[in-house]
């Protein structure tokens, strides 16, 4: 399903992916992320994680899974970034985002996130958006405060040893749950 590009001189699609979508979506994915291409952009892990951020048998089943899309974003036809969107009941799961690492300080995440926040109020009717965030990424959840998210301080443990998530480069590594009102007709900033 497409939905409507913001309106802005540099045009946006936002459009489900699909299994043929899934070799990029791992590569894009990968390189936000991991390894020394992630660190051509500001939300790299490879400092506290090596390995895989995400494998294509995982994005193969957020693609498949009920309640959920993945949402890819394309520019002049070129992938650019993608997230997950999870319906859970009055709340919806921001997840799997990915911004291109050589596209990332230019405003393109502030986009993205606000349009996921409109199409899960608007499409899913839900109230509020939930995360979850490496709790030492400091200052990607400094970028998620100032989109108005708020740190709930509920705490999840990092799958140590399970690979698929990544290698562990310290031991104090859990997320937080972070948690955003979305009041009817409220734009992302």
Do not use: N
Request: net charge negative; glycine share 12%.
């Amino acid at each position: 399903m497409e939905t409507a590009p913001p309106r802005d001189p540099v045009q946006l699609s936002y459009v489900d992916a699909t299994p043929s979508d899934v070799p990029a979506l791992v590569e894009l994915i990968e390189s936000a992320y991991r390894g020394d291409s992630s660190r051509t952009g500001w939300t790299t892990e490879a400092d506290i994680l090596d390995g895989q951020r995400t494998d294509a048998e995982g994005v193969r089943q957020v693609i498949a899974a009920s309640g959920s899309r993945l949402l890819t974003v394309r520019r002049g036809g070129e992938l650019v970034a993608c997230c997950q969107l999870e319906h859970r009941g009055d709340a919806a799961y921001f997840g799997m985002f990915a911004v291109r690492p050589g596209l990332q300080g230019g405003g393109l995440g502030r986009r993205v996130i606000a349009e996921a926040e409109r199409v899960v109020r608007d499409d899913w009717g839900v109230t509020e958006m939930h995360m979850t965030v490496i709790s030492v990424r400091e200052e990607l959840i400094a970028w998620y405060e100032r989109r108005g998210y708020r740190r709930t301080g509920r705490m999840t443990p990092f799958p140590y040893g399970d690979e698929r998530f990544g290698l562990p480069r310290r031991d104090d590594l859990q997320f937080e749950l972070l948690v955003k009102r979305l009041d009817a007709g409220t734009p992302g900033r």
